[in-house]
């Protein structure tokens, strides 16, 4: 039982940062917006997280200082392609390349320091009970984050005035425009959103998963929780899914691989992306559907006629 | 106001005369990494020993070095780029650099390059390596002491033969301390990424495994070990500052003394391609101090050390192949041809390989 219950944990974690990053861009590209510059925002919240945790001794400012790096950095996205309208795909790629840059030069003292990690929930009595004690309240707090915003996302997107304002942007924001709704002004909103969880995702991986600064220690996790929000059709819940099925998948071939099971191991490590991608498909066949969940102004420049 | 801007230009131009003047009598000696330097562990080792060249030849040497170049096609726009940039003598650091390394060597004649780990050589390209099995074996050792499940959890990175040999040696160093020792081998096809290599230690002793080893690049699995009050070994570095109470020992690369020698000799005119294995013996290869084990297991160990600088190679028969097939007799000694093309495992190493 003991085993299970590792496992899970380690899912968990593993799924955590992917589900954030990805379901801040989620609400980036729903309001028609294409950041691939998450990569970038993720590692400055890495380098931010474990820098100022490391600095002031408390993992708690990290974490705060992670969210804020990514929303920082996000402004500049903005500031270019909504304010200039710059190409959203380059500018995203310069951004990811930037962070990876910038992070590196900020990082240089921290390498090979031990940093400060996030204590895991301990509720007395709670925590204590066998089994789902250290499931539900026995992990860290970026985890419940996680949770609570994919909730809040889905309630804010579907269910409020302000969810339905954005997402008719994101379908069209010439319309939206027409209309008197401040086009710019949202997207601003949701971009420095998703900067702020690409943050935090990061916060995870300095903080949390590995509590230490190594460049390019997101290895990549941004590009996948951008291929997420794709493959689960702009919808939160199936992020969530997408997220956990990877890390499943992920786990389980690692401990296939233990275990000595006679697949070879390069099948088993591509088997996480395969996997997910197959699943998301099958959820997704409805073809009606996710065209409807398609933003159709995503990626287009918008110029206010003035 | 023209006659300003003439002045300007012709001091200008005066002064990056200067500039080229003096790089000139400089050498430049480049290397070509792998990993970040900011890994902690091989890359970051490397650079340590640029910054050594740096530190001994003073301003007769300028270095310069490319990260993070991944073991492909990009291999060869980086070797090429700093050819043309002036380097006059080139290290490139990683196994999967071999190809590449091959290619520029071949256009760029008047350039010294150098490969580590790799086999294949050329009129101005010499190989090094590290003979860091010589450390696994005694970490086989320790790890077989200390281990209370009899299973290690082995954490590597690609099937390649340093790190096929890594293993066979490890396990080697294990069975002459345990005969049934166990490991179980884990491979996560990447040499550096944290989350996933902490990932595969927690499923190590999530199944039963209570020593971690990696040939893997990040402190990340010694981090696990020291939060599950288990033990483990560092990578490259000394991983100490990470894991108190976990690290047993680390095979530290010091590559400083052979590349200050190398670089010597491209200054003085001397330098010819090499093919060199350094080892224990050499420096290039030391031990971490041995921590966190008893006194008498630590013995073993520095008595082991010692065996090895004295000229004993771990890879002394007999030893039998995975399948039971006799590999070397009693006595015999394996080559190191045999050793750097290493594709099979030893006797006792369960898992199966991938080709």
């Not at chain 1, 425009?177 to 935090?200: P, T």
């Not at chain 2, 002045?7 to 200067?18: D, F, G, I, R, V």
């Not at chain 2, 490397?46 to 060249?53: A, P, S």
């Not at chain 2, 209370?148 to 959890?153: D, F, Q, R």
Request: proline fraction near 5%; include cysteine.
């Amino acid at each position: 039982m003991d085993i299970t219950v590792n496992i899970l944990l380690t899912i968990a974690t593993a799924a955590t940062p992917l589900l954030l990053a990805a379901i801040g861009e989620l609400v980036v590209e729903r309001s028609g917006v294409l950041n691939l510059g998450v990569e970038g925002m993720m590692i400055m919240g890495a380098v931010g997280g474990f820098g100022a945790g490391y600095l002031t001794g408390s993992p708690w400012i990290g974490l705060l200082a992670a969210i804020a790096l990514g929303a920082v950095f996000s402004l500049l996205f903005a500031v270019m392609t909504l304010s200039l309208a710059t190409n959203q795909v380059a500018t995203g790629l310069s951004l990811t390349l930037l962070g990876l840059g910038l992070s590196g030069m900020m990082g240089t003292s921290f390498v090979g320091q031990p940093g400060a990690r996030l204590p895991n929930l301990d509720i007395p009595g709670l925590t204590a009970i066998p089994v789902i004690g250290r499931l539900l309240f026995g992990q860290d707090p970026i985890f419940y984050i996680s949770i609570a915003l994919t909730a809040a996302v889905m309630w804010f997107l579907f269910k409020t005035r302000t969810g339905l304002t954005l997402r008719s942007i994101g379908d069209s924001h010439t319309s939206a425009h027409a209309l008197g709704i401040q086009v710019i002004r949202y997207r601003y909103l949701a971009v420095i959103f998703g900067g702020a969880c690409a943050g935090l995702a990061g916060g995870h991986l300095s903080l949390v998963y590995t509590p230490q600064w190594v460049e390019n220690m997101t290895a990549g996790r941004g590009w996948i929780a951008l291929a997420l929000v794709v493959f689960a059709s702009w919808r939160p819940w199936r992020v969530l899914a997408g997220a956990y099925i990877f890390g499943a998948v992920w786990i389980g071939q690692l401990h296939a691989q233990a275990f000595g099971i006679p697949v070879p191991s390069q099948l088993l490590s591509s088997l996480p992306y395969l996997a997910t991608i197959v699943v998301l498909v099958l959820i997704s066949r409805n073809k009606r559907l996710t065209m409807m969940n398609t933003p159709a102004s995503l990626g287009q420049p918008f110029v206010p006629d003035r | 106001m023209k006659k300003l801007l003439i002045a300007l230009m012709t001091a200008a131009a005066a002064l990056s005369l200067a500039a080229t003047a003096e790089a000139q009598e400089k050498l430049k000696a480049c290397w070509v990494y792998t990993g970040p330097i900011g890994d902690f562990g091989y890359s970051y080792q490397h650079d340590q020993g640029r910054l050594d060249v740096e530190k001994a030849l003073g301003d007769k040497v300028e270095t310069a070095y490319l990260e993070n170049v991944s073991e492909g096609p990009d291999a060869d726009r980086a070797f090429e780029r700093l050819a043309r940039e002036g380097c006059k003598i080139i290290f490139g650091t990683s196994f999967g650099f071999m190809d590449p390394e091959v290619k520029v060597a071949k256009k760029f004649p008047d350039v010294m390059f150098e490969h580590a780990t790799g086999y294949k050589t050329a009129e101005n390209l010499g190989i090094y390596n590290a003979r860091f099995y010589e450390g696994r074996y005694i970490l086989g050792q320790i790890a077989a002491r200390q281990s209370k499940s009899g299973v290690a959890g082995y954490i590597v990175s690609f099937p390649i033969p340093e790190v096929v040999m890594g293993i066979n040696s490890f396990m080697l160093g294990a069975q002459s301390v345990k005969p049934d020792f166990k490991a179980k081998i884990v491979w996560v096809n990447s040499w550096f990424d944290p989350g996933k290599e902490a990932d595969a230690a927690k499923a190590l002793f999530d199944q039963g495994a209570d020593i971690i080893v990696q040939h893997t690049d990040s402190t990340a699995p010694l981090q696990v070990a020291e939060e599950r009050g288990l033990q483990g070994f560092g990578q490259s570095s000394d991983m100490i500052k990470f894991a108190p109470k976990a690290q047993l020992t680390s095979i530290v690369d010091d590559w400083g003394p052979y590349y200050i020698g190398r670089v010597k000799a491209a200054l003085d005119g001397t330098w010819k391609p090499g093919n060199v294995w350094l080892g224990i013996k050499d420096g290039a290869v030391k031990m971490a101090p041995y921590t966190n084990m008893p006194d008498d297991v630590k013995a073993m160990a520095e008595a082991t050390e010692k065996k090895i600088v004295d000229g004993w190679n771990p890879f002394t028969g007999p030893i039998a192949k995975q399948d039971g097939t006799p590999w070397l007799k009693d006595g015999e000694v394996a080559d190191d041809a045999t050793l750097l093309g290493m594709n099979f495992y030893v006797k006792g190493v369960d898992d199966k390989l991938p080709q």
